[in-house]
């Protein structure tokens, strides 16, 4: 027991276990896994403390309209994972499969055609924008209607939007961290984003500054953060891996291209999937049903966001054994991270049933009463699923893709149906039902089926690719 408690908190050790047996590579696996998952823990608590610090002081600062055009440039941030088409998880995927197989020029490419594509996106984002600026009314866009808000609405657009586009290519460092399993260093940087975020919205208030002021702090100090990363990573930590044209080949870019973009589609059709539920209460049973639904579901959300944190390491670490051939260490993984998953997720759900009444009166008082069969139909959801985001870490780091995108697209298109068929039978929790009932219909058991022969091939290859593990390659430097 004692050996086991001191081999779990060896697992947080800033120094690495010899990686030349596979007993060494495993316990390496675990303790990046341990690492990332703990500083990507502790970048979400400062983000979501960075958020509630700072809603209360803009709110009282910019009054209710130019309030309401701040959170919604705010929340225009979520779409910077559409923004690059899967390219950058292309990356991640590519990069994970090479670091396996010890293969420094591969890396060199993938990083380097990345980068160069998605500086390209940038370009045409930040070309298109300006083509359109002078020409859009963006005060009706935010149908605000004081001068100070019609006034700011464009210049602080214009903020965000080149803060945005900008972010897409610095962002492949933190991907290739991940790829590489020290996404710990990349989760480190989000911290010190986040911090400067919050502190440069304070002092713009502090200094009567306007809203372009302020959008500039939310989005360009998680952009100064990131440059940071990469000039650290690329010059001092990793310099072999800058990004160089002439590193930049078309096979690769078709390889990370075509990854990305099965990963673009299935994060398109997750979202459709997953996010439609207020939209479909709205139409169906009015605006004012949507709170009784949205509130509960924001709880029991917090089981997804703490497993995806934890589990999400899992992914790169998966790609660098099966490319080493590690059936073994995977096998036991994959078992083990989907019963910790269930066990977590059923756990919390149950007391979450029992409590949430209570929890959800000391957040909003009495203006959402929360139904015990939608508490119930949450929490057999998150159950569920855990097993479906445990499942998903192997699958991309196996880069079974395609099979997810075949699932997914089925899964979303009867998710809605049954949700709009459900919602005006049983009310609100006909949503949670509908996806529930597709999800475990076309995506578990098809998954069920599939992951067999999938572990078998996985054995097959180990047996044919396990050899010594060979010296790492890089490149030769060349020029830009």
């Known amino acids: ?67 309401g055009m701040w959170m919604t440039i705010s929340s225009l941030i979520a779409m910077l994972a559409f923004a690059d088409f899967g390219i950058a998880n292309g990356v991640l995927s590519a990069v994970a499969d090479a670091h396996g197989r010890d293969d420094g020029a591969a890396i060199q490419r993938f990083v380097s055609s990345g980068f160069f594509m998605l500086s390209g996106i ?26 100070l808000a019609r006034t700011e609405s464009g210049p602080a657009l214009a903020v965000f939007g080149v803060c945005f586009a900008l972010a897409i290519p610095l962002a492949v460092v933190q991907r290739v961290q991940m790829g590489l399993q020290q996404g710990f260093t990349a989760s480190l940087w989000q911290c010190v984003g986040s911090v400067f975020a919050l502190s440069g919205v304070i002092v713009a208030i502090e200094l009567q500054a306007g809203l372009p002021w302020l959008v500039l702090a939310l989005a360009g100090a998680p952009l100064l953060a990131a440059a940071g990363n990469s000039l650290h ?37 997750v979202a459709l999937a997953f996010t439609s539920d207020s939209i479909v209460i709205a139409q169906l049973l009015g605006a004012s049903a949507v709170a009784q639904y949205a509130v509960p579901e924001k709880l029991f959300g917090l089981i997804t966001l703490a497993l995806a944190m934890v589990l999400a390491p899992l992914w790169p670490a998966y790609g660098e054994a099966l490319a080493r051939g590690d059936s073994a260490w995977v096998r036991y993984t994959l078992r083990n991270s989907i019963l910790t998953a269930v066990g977590i997720a059923a ?6 049933v029992i409590l949430a009444p209570a929890i959800l009166h000391l957040w909003v008082g009495i203006a ?29 780091g196996a880069r079974v893709v395609r099979f997810q995108v075949l699932c997914a697209v089925p899964t979303a298109l009867c998710a809605v149906f049954l949700k709009v068929t459900l919602v005006p039978q049983i009310g609100v929790s006909g949503v949670v039902w509908g996806t529930l009932i597709a999800y475990v219909g076309l995506t578990l058991l098809p998954l069920a089926f599939k992951a067999p022969s999938l572990l078998r091939a996985i054995d097959r290859k180990a047996q044919v690719t396990a050899m010594p593990t060979p010296p790492v390659r890089f490149e030769k430097y060349g020029s830009f």
């Not at 940038?122 to 001068?147: D, K, R």
């Not at 756990?347 to 979450?352: E, G, P």
Request: aromatic fraction near 10%.
């Open 233 to 269: 990573f690329y010059c001092y930590a990793r310099p072999e891996l800058r990004p160089r044209w002439c590193w930049a080949t078309a096979e690769a870019a078709r390889r990370v291209a075509a990854i990305g973009g099965l990963f673009f589609v299935l994060q398109l059709t």
């Open 1 to 67: 027991m004692r050996d086991r408690l001191r081999d779990r908190l060896r697992s947080f050790s800033l120094t690495p276990f010899e990686q030349q047996t596979p007993e060494g590579r495993a316990k390496e696996r675990h303790r990046r896994v341990a690492l990332t998952a703990a500083a990507a823990a502790l970048a979400k608590l400062l983000s979501v403390t960075a958020a509630l610090i700072s809603i209360p002081l803009t709110l009282q600062y910019l009054g209710v309209e130019r309030f």
């Open 347 to 352: 756990s919390v759900s149950v007391a979450l």
């Open 122 to 147: 940038a370009l045409v984002l930040i070309g298109g924008f300006a083509a359109v600026y002078a020409h859009v009314p963006w005060h009706a866009v935010f149908n605000v209607q004081t001068e």
């Open 368 to 396: 959402v009463v929360p139904q015990l069969v939608l508490l119930i139909a949450l929490a057999v959801w998150k159950v569920v699923e855990s097993v479906g985001i445990a499942s998903a870490m192997f699958l991309n």
